[in-house]
T-cell receptor, first 109, second 116 residues
């Protein structure tokens, strides 16, 4: 069964305290893995697309990596403005998109 | 990046009325748009996939007669919630897939619907 699981559900970090969010997936024929940021009451904002194991992408304090079974979103020296829910989505071979339930990140000044 | 807009951002209506939500891709053409709903602290639930010029494909359990989708052009899709009831209150989000590209979806800002 195709599935996407994100962990942890919630994460509280001190400003400057680096950490990683996890997205584990089991899908048939991965076509792409997507990371989004969602602020309360707003639609998801696109961050990254990863297509194959070993691929990495970076944007400011964020870095996404991909293996055959999971993806990590690394946050280096986070700031309070990085507080948001981070969603992971996977596109399977049949063109279906599967979303995780997200990780709610709070960065404390 | 690609920009997707939604209108209205917030709507309150009486039970039994119909509500139309517009989703526009502002700077690109989208052959495919998606409609999701999201409950508090939950992930996105795909309702339907909308292809320009053809009928929408609805996910299992989504009533197509209640949630009417029209994808009239490459930049506009509409979702009409017919005879809305309080249980239809939710956050509705559309997304658009960039024409001719890989599979990235770009999301609109969402529409908060409250049915009294």
């Amino acid at each position: 069964e195709d599935q996407v699981t994100q962990s942890p559900e919630a994460l509280r970090l001190q400003e400057g305290e680096s950490s990683s969010l996890n997205c584990s997936y089991t899908v048939s024929g991965l076509r792409g893995l997507f990371w989004y940021r969602q602020d309360p009451g707003k639609g998801p904002e696109f961050l990254f697309t990863l297509y194959s194991a070993g691929e990495e992408k970076e944007k400011e304090r964020l870095k996404a990596t991909l293996t055959k079974k999971e993806s990590f979103l690394h946050i280096t020296a986070p700031k309070p403005e990085d507080s948001a829910t981070y969603l992971c989505a996977v596109q399977a071979g049949g063109n279906q998109f599967y979303f995780g339930t997200g990780t709610s990140l709070t960065v404390i000044p | 990046g690609a920009v997707v807009s939604q209108h209205p951002s917030r709507v309150i209506c009486k039970s039994g009325t119909s509500v139309k939500i517009e989703c526009r891709s502002l700077d690109f053409q989208a052959t495919t748009m998606f409609w999701y709903r999201q409950f508090p602290k939950q992930s996105l639930m795909l309702m339907a996939t909308s292809n320009e010029g053809s009928k929408a494909t609805y996910e299992q359990g989504v009533e197509k007669d209640k949630f009417l989708i029209n994808h009239a052009s490459l930049t506009l899709s509409t979702l009409t919630v017919t005879s809305a009831h309080p249980e239809d209150s939710s956050f509705y989000i559309c997304s658009a897939r960039v024409f001719g590209s890989q599979e990235t979806q770009y999301f609109g800002p969402g529409t908060r619907l409250l049915v009294l």
